[in-house]
């Protein structure tokens, strides 16, 4: 009897332990989210080339601090951010769209009391022209989910076909901010926003540009024109910190070994 009792309670223990253990893990998943990292998808070519349709990062938070756009369970009428410092020109940055449920990602160009503006396609940073360099053009292989967009049919530029492969091909520049901080941009065709007014940021917010300079709606443009503006601080999100996967969109849910055939591995563990 004894014996018995004993191989009971030993059961009862371990359901016990057992759901202890899965609350807990649930409970650190959910803080690991809310506080540390978050994950996105990308939705859209607008950050290309740093940026693909179809990848999958993971969004440091803590480097901003927090906001109710960033802790879904803070009260809708809490404002303000927690903890945390500002960011640097040249992050890339997830946040808030104004106005939607939407996240987006932008490069973060301009700070409080910063000038900018676009003049024949080049960004001019407080007065001064930033260094926008001639590099190789850019391939990017067309796939189901990165079709050859182009802002206008005269801006297309004849494919490259390697390998029984086609792929899309771009005008590439590198652009290098004050401070040493570079990365690559491509520049289509002399658009809208490669000529417009000057623009100072106000207190408490940022200028946000895609890399894929013809091809964003981001602060050259208003809300009012699907734009970003000046993008409020409140709406940080965080900073992309890794790609984590990314794919082509060939795979098939029913065909999961289309799941490997589909990823990009040479873009698995990009950093930013």
Request: glycine share 12%; proline share 7%; charged share 20%.
């Amino acid at each position: 009897m004894a014996t018995k009792s004993k191989t009971a309670n030993g059961k009862k223990g371990g359901v016990g332990e057992t759901t202890r253990f899965l609350i807990l893990l649930f409970v650190f998943a959910v803080l690991l989210r809310t506080l540390v990292v978050t994950p996105f998808v990308i939705p859209s070519g607008s950050m290309l080339p740093r940026l693909m349709i179809g990848e999958y990062l993971f969004v440091s938070k803590w480097p901003y601090g927090f906001s109710r756009y960033s802790l879904p369970f803070m009260a809708p009428g809490v404002e303000g951010r927690l903890l945390g410092g500002e960011p640097e020109r040249g992050d890339v940055v997830v946040f808030r769209y104004p106005g939607s449920e939407d996240d987006w990602v932008k490069r973060l160009i301009g700070l409080p009391g910063d000038t900018i503006q676009m003049r024949g396609g080049q960004l001019i940073l407080n007065g001064k022209p930033v260094p926008k360099v001639r590099i190789a053009d850019y391939l990017m292989e067309r796939t189901p989910n990165s079709p050859c967009r182009y802002v206008v049919r005269q801006a297309a530029l004849p494919t490259v076909t390697e390998n029984g492969r086609t792929y899309c091909r771009y005008a590439r520049f590198r652009e290098t901010l004050p401070g040493g901080r570079s990365y690559e941009v491509l520049d289509q065709w002399r658009g809208e926003g490669d000529d417009t007014a000057v623009y100072t940021v106000p207190a408490g917010h940022y200028f946000m540009m895609g890399d894929n300079r013809d091809d964003s709606a981001d602060s050259r443009y208003p809300q009012s024109r699907e734009g970003v503006g000046f993008l409020p601080r409140d709406y940080l999100i965080g900073r992309a910190l890794i790609v984590f996967f990314s794919t082509d969109g060939s795979a098939s849910w029913a065909k999961p070994w289309t799941w490997f055939t589909a990823a990009r591995w040479n873009r698995i563990g990009g950093t930013f």
